[in-house]
């Protein structure tokens, strides 16, 4: 590819001149589209898992309290919120990241946090080669501006080059994970933000948060864009 195309193929990934979503705005997100976009109501006070009633905690969390303290979400992973993440992690609109960043910013300080370090969850290296970004990283950004809270992207490392989770039942995730992260040097914070895109069985994060208490953090929480409703929700 020359270089002018890789300049122009860029600049559209990085400054879309339409609505994504209609076209019909020459705002990344028109207002009227956004409303569109499926926002995650009842839902476990713990894992986010989607309900259809309010509830404190769902029957999973009760049983078997994952280790993370919250999980903060705006949206369910459901249309048109999937087409914006995968324009982001498939076809580099770069652009997406800030715009769910921001969203997610917003929601996440009215939380009112207490967290010392973001924590972007971390490609393995072959991956990052293939995708060209983190977009776990490129998301908390944005998330760092507008809460004042520093971004961490080189002290928990990916050690596996695990497949895929889309297609794996719950078990196959677990042990797909399974010492998948390492923490690489001494961690001098106590209370973190995970962060992702989309969180499913919550398996990654899960993992990821046991590798850091090891390490010495004490309070986990999740900061994700969307959750993913049970087959059944």
């Known amino acids: ?46 894992c986010a898992e989607p309900m259809h009633t309010p509830t404190e905690l769902c029957g999973q969390c009760v049983q078997q309290p994952p280790p993370f303290q919250r999980v903060i979400a705006p949206w369910l992973y459901a249309q048109p919120l999937d087409f914006l993440i995968k324009s982001l992690k498939f076809n580099q609109q770069l652009a997406m990241a800030r715009l769910l960043g ?21 490609l393995h290296p072959s991956r990052l080669r293939q995708r060209g970004f983190n977009q ?17 992207a080189h002290s928990v490392i990916r050690t596996q080059a695990t497949p895929s989770q889309t297609r ?9 994970l ?22 499913t069985s919550g398996q990654t ?4 948060t ?8 004490s309070h986990t929480e999740i900061w994700i864009c969307a959750r993913t409703p049970a087959p059944n929700f």
Do not use: W, Y
Not at 102 to 122: R, S
Not at 168 to 176: A, D, P, S, V
């Open 210 to 217: 046991h590798t850091m208490q090891q390490a010495g953090i």
């Open 136 to 152: 776990a990283l490129e998301i908390a950004r944005p998330l760092s501006r507008q809460l004042g809270i520093p971004i961490d």
């Open 168 to 176: 794996l039942t719950k078990e196959q995730r677990k042990r797909n």
């Open 1 to 46: 590819m020359r270089g002018s195309q890789r300049i122009n193929r860029l600049l559209q990934a990085l400054l879309p001149n339409a609505c994504v979503l209609c076209g019909a705005t020459p705002d990344l997100l028109c207002e009227a589209c956004a409303r569109t976009l499926p926002r995650l109501t009842h839902h476990c006070s713990r």
């Open 102 to 122: 921001q969203q997610l910013a917003t929601l996440v300080a009215d939380q009112k946090p207490h967290i010392d370090a973001i924590i972007p969850v971390p």
């Open 178 to 199: 399974q010492q998948a992260f390492a923490v690489k040097k001494p961690l001098t914070f106590k209370r973190v933000a995970i962060v992702d895109d989309v969180m």
């Open 205 to 208: 994060v899960t993992a990821l």
